[in-house]
Every structure is written in C-alpha cells, then in structure tokens.
C-alpha cells in the first residue's frame, strides 16, 4: 500500500510517498534543503518535501503569542544580478484580524524533534532575553548563525522562542582576544554593536541593525576599531599559546612573513596563496598588512629564478620579482595584473607565480604544452587561466579557470581562442554505450536534440550522422550504472531530463531522480524501481506474476486482463508466461490510500454537509414552487366553477 497525503503546497494532487537516489538534488518545498530518502513527491508539479516536513502540524501554538498559528505560504520576492523573482516561502502566521506575528517553520521542528544530547543551557551577550539551548538533531534544518551568519549544520545553541541560534564553536568564543595581530596592542571584547566598519573585510557589520563584534574599548576616542566574529577569529597566530607566534623574511615580500593558521570553517571571506592560487587554509605565512599570504609548503618550495617553457630563449632565465608601488606587472599566460611573477627584464615577459608554477608542474607531469586543436587553424600553449574569459571555453562554453589551451594569435588581435585541458584532450571519435551501432564524432552543430536528455541544444557534442543521433557533452560522460532485471541493457541514472519523457512503470513525468536505457528509449523513476516487486502473488491469478519491461502479445491482443481494457506496449506490466496473462501494474499493486489530515478531513466533512443542506433546501423551494402553481391553478377552476 503506497501512502500519500494532500498537503497545501499542491492544492490540486495528492502528494506520493517515494524513495529518492542519494544522486537526486531537488530542493524540499518548505524547509529548502536537499531531499533523498523517504519523500512525499509530485512529478507533474515537481514538489518535494522530506517526510517530517510533510507531517508538520498544520496548527500549532507559540508561547510568545496568545493566538494560534497557522502552518501558511507566502509570496517573496528575491533580487539578484539586477533580476526580481517570486519565491515561496513557509511560514506559521497568526491569522486573527489585524495580528501579522509569524515565526518560521525551524520552531516546530525544534519543538517536535528534541535534541539526542542534552548540554546545560548558556547565557550569551547577544541574546539576554533567553538562556539558549543545546541542540543536536540527526534532520537536517535551514537556520543561519547570528554571529557568523553561515548557515548551521551539527550542533547548535539556539532560543526558538526568539529564532535565535548560535553555531556551538561561535556560541563558545572567548569573551577576549588579546595580541592578535590585527590589533596588537590593545584586547579585543566581544560586544554587541550597530552598523560599523570591520577592519579586516571592509565591510559593514550588519548595516540594519546590530551586530556581534570583536571591539577595541581603548580606541573608541580615535575611531572604532571592530572586526567580524568570523573576521577576527578565523585566522591567528600559529602558536596562538604563546609569545613567540613565528616570523620568517622571504625573499618574495619586502616585510617579515608571521606565521598563522586559518580556520576556514568560519572564514567570511577568502584569501588565497601568492604561489599556487588556492584558497589558504592550515598553516600559512602572511603579511596582514600587505594581504600577501603564502601556504607554508609554498614559501619553503618557491624558486628565486626558473627557465620555463613559455620563454624558451637560452640565457634568459625568469627571475621572481615583487611589484613596486610605481609599476604593475601583467602576467604573458592570463592577462592579470599581478602582486608578484617571474618576469624577463631582457624581453618584457612575465608569468605570475600562480601560472608560472601550475603550468611548469603539468609540464614535468607530461602534459602537452602545446597542441593543434583540429577546431582550430593556430596552435594552442598551454597556460593558467586564474579567472575566466568572457564567452568561456569554446566546446562546452563553462568559463575557464585552471589549466587550459589558448590561441595567443588571435588574442594579439582582439580575438579569444580558448579551451578547457579537459575539453580539448576530448577523442574526436567515441564509442558509446548509449549507441553501439556506430562511433561517435565529436562536431560543433548551430541546433540538435540531445537523445539522452530529451532536451535541444547547441554547440559542440558527439554524433552520428547516418542515424542522427546526437548527444550534449554532459550525456556523453555518463555510463550505465544499473542493472534492473526486467530490461536487457544496464541503466543509466540521469538526476533532471526533459519533462516530455514519462515513467515506464507509473506512467507519470520523469523529469526528476530517474534511470534511462538510452539505446531503447526506456525510462523509469528510482523510487519505482525500489517500490515495484520484480515478481508477485496475486489473488487474481493462479501462477506468480513477473514484472516485465513491456510487452507485445503475439495474438495482436494488448488488452489487460484485469480490467479488460487497452494497454501501451511500450508500458512495462505483469505476466504470467504459462497464461499469457497480463495485467497493467495498477491493477495488480494495491492503489494509492490518501491520507488527509484531521484538519482537511474536518473541513471536507463541514463542506459534505452544507452542499447537502444546500441540495435539500433546493428540494424544498422547489416543492414549495410546484405547490404554488397547483394552488393558483386551483383557485383559478374554483373561481371558473363559482361564477
């Protein structure tokens, strides 16, 4: 017996109970997290909600608030990149009168999932009104921290009486920093202020109202002196202990280099390493001043001079230099001012570190360092992209970072040429599971249907002409993955596919969390595939049923002897072989039971009874009608037979 329930967020369909892939990425409609696992789902709608989510109450009471709360969605409106767009959002909202209290929907779970650890509850300066309490749920719920605003996950203190909550490492900061090396010379207190200026980011903290801050009491007279929760904390001292936190001179930075450690968890915002470009985490050494920071595996590994195949001319080794407040220096492979490079005084060349040293290590790894693209007439060298280009890579068009092919030709001239490692080392000629007739040619087409995803596109893809069958990159890098009994080719698990392919078994949409036999055009859902018995005992037949992919009965009759009515042979069924006896799978699985809930129920049943009322008193009027046109009939033959 499946289970589904009606629940406001699809006022028209009942909501399935179904199992979702761990590959499935579709957001639930209330509490907006992932949902895998157990979930009541619409296909047609694409609604999803997790299962704790669907069973929230409908009603329930705050002890904040005198009246009761109604669980309700609302219309928000979110702007971003210049663009407005209409969102749902989840709330309980107070609906007597003029009352616009509302909480979100974090307080129900809170009050119906209680922590699986109890910690004593704590003070906190940013919250006096309420102790906070310990929290540790094993469901996953969308709250934000109030001092480092990232959203939680793990343990948490919270009040949610008030929608306040703290992540367990912020709620547990020192109340002081002293020596840190933003701002030796006084200590730093956390205190509670309005829209100030942190010294580390340069941002405001929290213009609309106030924030939690590491402050400097002493230099109130000469300015604020504030930082940022996650600003302040989020990196330190290495010996943080004690006196002595470490300081080195390297030759690539005109001041001392500390040495410090990052806690990345709570970082707000990223720094990243002078030498190989990636985000600092660990240990590291840093000049804060500067805003220089070098991995310390970095600084100890860095050259002074190196020959590199990009300027291949004997006797002009690249030697690193530092750049002056008076000069810039543009890096020769991605076209970036940079901080510090190798560069040759001899022909104004220059590589900053972060391309210099990615590509030298590809080049001793054995990768190509330049290439003749067949898309191409020039060659490509291999350089470091550390942003992207504008229009991005030509085959797959994703901007470019990292190790990529560039035509240095055409950008002389105002053009750019550019390819992903990854995509210009792509074969020319595939053989692909999803169609082993013939191989595949990797071509650049203005239009084609991508026969995996059901969906038209354009671009490059892989193809084949004499059939015209197409597939988009993104297709031809999936395998199959699964094998299902009823069906002769292993499937392959797409995560979103065009909503015109229909399940197989349900016979509803699959856009969403579905396999597919490419070859065959056969898909069906995940959950079905979990939910539906490959064999089963039915009462309505003698012999056990198997559950087959589709079937075509050799007597030309495509009729489900169950119900007696027509069926689609490409829509999978059960059998019985020995009987040539067939039945449509929902004649054969139990239906769907609804399961309102007691609050629909009630109102289903007050609305029952006045249209019945209604249907009565519509009875009687027009009785009451009938009985007045035999009374004036009547009184008209008495008065005939009177005179």
Not at 2 to 19: G, K, M, N, V, Y
Not at 619 to 638: C, P
Request: glycine share 4%; charged share 25%.
């Amino acid at each position: 017996m499946t289970t589904s329930l009606r629940h406001l967020s699809d006022p028209e369909h009942a909501l399935i109970l179904r199992e979702l892939s761990e590959n499935c990425r579709v957001p639930c409609r209330i509490c907006e997290l992932q949902v895998n696992g157990p979930a009541y789902c619409c296909w047609g709608c694409e609604i999803f909600l997790h299962r704790w989510c669907a069973e929230l109450p409908l009603e329930t009471q705050h002890p904040a608030h005198p009246h009761p709360l109604a669980l309700s969605s609302r219309k928000i409106t979110l702007s971003a990149l210049g663009r407005e767009r209409s969102e749902e959002a989840f709330v309980y909202r107070c609906s007597e009168g003029d009352c616009y209290f509302n909480v979100d929907v974090t307080w129900a779970f809170l009050n119906l999932y209680p922590s699986e650890e109890k910690k004593d509850t704590i003070q906190h300066i940013a919250h006096k009104h309420h102790p906070l309490t310990y929290f540790r749920l094993n469901k996953p719920i969308k709250v934000w921290c109030r001092d480092c605003e990232q959203q939680i996950a793990g343990p948490f203190y919270g009040c949610p009486i008030c929608s306040f909550y703290l992540h367990e490492f912020c709620a547990e900061l020192p109340r002081e920093i002293s020596r840190h090396p933003s701002h030796p010379g006084h200590r730093l207190t956390l205190s509670l202020s309005r829209a100030t200026l942190c010294r580390a980011c340069h941002f405001v903290t929290n213009p609309l109202g106030t924030a939690i801050v590491y402050k400097c009491q002493d230099c109130e007279g000469d300015g604020v002196i504030a930082y940022h929760i996650q600003c302040d904390t989020s990196f330190h001292p290495y010996k943080y202990e004690e006196n002595d936190c470490g300081t080195i001179t390297h030759f690539s930075h005109e001041h001392p280099l500390k040495s410090f450690f990052a806690n990345t968890r709570i970082m707000r915002i990223r720094f990243y390493c002078e030498g190989c470009g990636l985000n600092i985490s660990g240990d590291f050494y840093g000049c804060p001043v500067c805003e220089f920071f070098l991995h310390r595996s970095c600084a100890e590994e860095l050259p002074r001079e190196m020959s590199h195949f990009r300027h291949p001319i004997p006797d002009h080794p690249l030697a690193l230099r530092e750049r002056g407040h008076a000069w810039t220096l543009k890096c020769d492979s991605c076209s970036l001012n940079s901080r510090c490079a190798f560069t040759c005084e001899k022909c104004d060349f220059a590589l900053d570190l972060v391309c210099a040293l990615s590509t030298f290590s590809a080049f001793k790894e054995g990768v190509a360092t330049e290439i003749q693209h067949f898309s191409h007439d020039h060659s490509l060298p291999l350089v470091y992209r550390r942003s992207g280009p504008p229009g991005g890579c030509i085959i797959c068009g994703v901007s470019v970072t990292g190790l990529a092919y560039s035509c240095q030709t055409c950008y002389k001239i105002g053009k750019r040429f550019v390819l992903h490692k990854s995509c210009a080392e792509l074969p020319q000629e595939l053989e692909h599971p999803f169609h082993p007739p013939h191989p595949l040619t990797l071509q650049s087409k203005r239009h084609f249907y991508c026969d995996a995803y059901g969906t038209k596109s354009g671009g490059f893809c892989f193809g084949c002409d004499e059939c015209q069958f197409f597939l988009c990159l993104a297709a031809a890098s999936l395998k199959p993955t699964l094998r299902h009994q009823p069906h002769e080719h292993d499937l392959t698990h797409f995560e979103r596919i065009s909503d015109r392919k229909f399940c197989s078994y349900c016979g509803e949409s699959s856009s969403v969390d579905s396999y597919r036999c490419v070859e065959c055009d056969f898909t069906v859902h995940y959950s079905c595939i979990r939910m539906l018995p490959l064999a089963i005992k039915h009462n309505i037949h003698f012999h056990q049923l198997a559950l087959r992919d589709k079937f075509i009965d050799r007597f030309n009759e495509q009729y489900c002897d169950v119900c007696e009515k027509t069926r689609r042979t490409d829509r999978g069924i059960y059998y019985c072989a020995e009987c040539n006896f067939s039945a449509h799978i929902g004649c054969i699985i139990p239906s769907v039971a609804i399961e309102e809930a007691p609050e629909l129920e009630k109102v289903d049943e007050e609305i029952a009874s006045v249209k019945a009322e209604i249907e009565e008193t519509g009875a009687m009027q027009m009785k009451i009608e009938a009985l007045r046109k035999r009374l004036e009939e009547l009184t008209v033959k008495r008065d005939a037979l009177a005179s």
